[in-house]
């Protein structure tokens, strides 16, 4: 009962405030020239070099806004060191509840996101920010997890000095989001409607094409069973790392060497015994362009550390070429090949199946989310294209091998989907995936969206599990006010 009346009284004192701002920013004189009110784009160059008094000084207000939007509308109401911002997003689709791969394993469900957001930022320097989200389910089949419902819960809520996007130097505290180089290993789960937040620690140092990240945190643990106030941190479930950019050593590159920490607790290792998870993760990630219109990606990491008493050593890698033509539909063509390695006995105290820690990870092992990198070999072959204005399209193929066949079958989040057949019998065959998406936003921040993607069973399938294919279809909507 305490508990509930500390977080009850957390939110109404957070209400308070907000209100108390809001009466007097609308109590405030409207003193603006109104020839500054005519409709005008709302982009706006960059701000000259300022003084110290300069930056300390309110902000002019920002243009009326170009196409209608309520939150632009308000905005403009308001003094320039106070915004709000928000976002709803919906998705009906057809995933799975119970065994996977299964006959009867359907469920088609209706997501439902919305996101409000306030910052307050009385100088250059300083900021504050805050974002909320209530997500849910409707028609899911239990049980209620938290890739699925977040309830009137806090996102984000920090204090930034400095700027941490394109600042010289920052720092950042608070409930916030990462999302490091594309999001393979510690990033915000970006297609799961609640998303994933830290409570961290970030600092930012920036010069002359060089970028230096270092942050300390512990993922945000998500309730979804019911209303019981915010999500709280995961303490003993940590985070932290350190994340480089170099823009100028290679021409028309960027290289983001990289080194992440985790540190859990209560983990099993092969002698089933309970014990710390403690390992280190080293990588590099380089993009770039090519000459005659090809791209490249390269991200290799290698894992080493404890899992409980067993002795932990995994690594992975992703390589991709692609190929852009000069054409009004704006065609590309890559081809990709991703590696995770497997654990090949469960009983020699040698954990080697590849940990993925807190990745983002939809559509970069297929639609499905059925294989991610972990025990994989994974060959993709991908063409996307602008049909129209303000369209995206894209078409994937990806053909899948299991790296060791005595572990199983993982994943994009990391979860285990088939277990291993710790005799290899099952074979080295996952299976093929088809996919297709298409997408178009209108200029009235209006987005909307399809895809669909289906697994043909390979022999590992067939024999480890109930061996049927599996279709994922959806359509989404995200409107930005």
Known sequence: MSEAWFHLKK????????????????????????????????????PAA???????????????????????????????????????????????????FGANSADTYFLNR?????????????????????????????????????????????????????????????????????????????????GRSFDAVRATLRHDGYRLDAFAASVVQILPAANSGF?????????????????????????????????????????KKLGNLNFKAFGARAVGKLPRGFDYGVEVVGERGKVAS????????????????QHALKPRFFGEYNYATGDNNPTDGKVQTFDVIYPSAHLKWGETDQVGWRN?????????????????ASANYHAYWLANTHDGLYAANGSLVIPRVAAGTAGHWVGQEADA????????????????????????????????GYTYPYVMIIYTF
């Open 231 to 271: 999500s709280r941190p995961r303490f003993g479930n940590n985070i932290h790392g350190l994340y480089g950019g170099i823009e100028k050593l290679v021409p028309q590159s960027l290289i983001e060497p990289y080194v992440f920490w985790r540190i859990g607790a209560r983990v099993t290792g092969e002698d």
């Open 376 to 392: 994989i070999h994974d060959l993709r072959a991908s063409f996307e294209f602008v049909p129209a204005k303000n369209w995206t």
């Open 11 to 46: 939110v109404a004192e957070l209400s308070a405030i907000v209100l108390l701002v809001l009466t007097a920013a609308a109590a405030a004189p409207d003193d603006r020239d109104p020839a500054a009110q005519s409709p005008a784009s709302s982009d706006t160059q960059a």
């Open 50 to 100: 300022e003084t110290p008094q300069q930056a300390a000084a309110p902000q002019t207000p920002p243009p009326p806004p170009s196409r209608f939007s309520l939150a632009a509308e308000l905005n403009h109401r308001l003094p320039p060191w106070l915004r709000f911002d928000a976002e709803y997003e919906a998705r009906l689709e057809a995933g799975f509840s119970g065994s996977p």
């Open 310 to 325: 067993s002795r932990f050593t995994a690594w992975a890698g992703h390589w991709v070429l692609g190929h852009t033509w």
């Open 114 to 194: 919305i996101r409000i957001g306030l910052t307050v930022q009385p100088a250059r320097w300083l900021k504050f920010h805050l974002e909320g989200q209530d997500v849910r389910a409707f028609g899911k089949k239990p049980p209620r997890t938290s890739g699925f419902y977040d309830l009137y819960d806090l996102r984000q809520g920090y204090m930034e000095i400095g700027n941490t996007e394109d600042g010289t130097i920052a720092l950042r505290a608070g409930r916030q989001i990462f999302y490091w180089g594309e999001g393979r290993l510690v990033a915000d789960s970006r297609w799961s409607l609640p």
């Open 437 to 468: 998406q298409a997408a178009h936003k209108f200029t009235s921040g209006l987005e909307l969206g399809a895809g669909v993607g289906h697994i043909f069973p390979g022999t590992f399938i067939k024999l480890a599990s109930a061996g049927h």
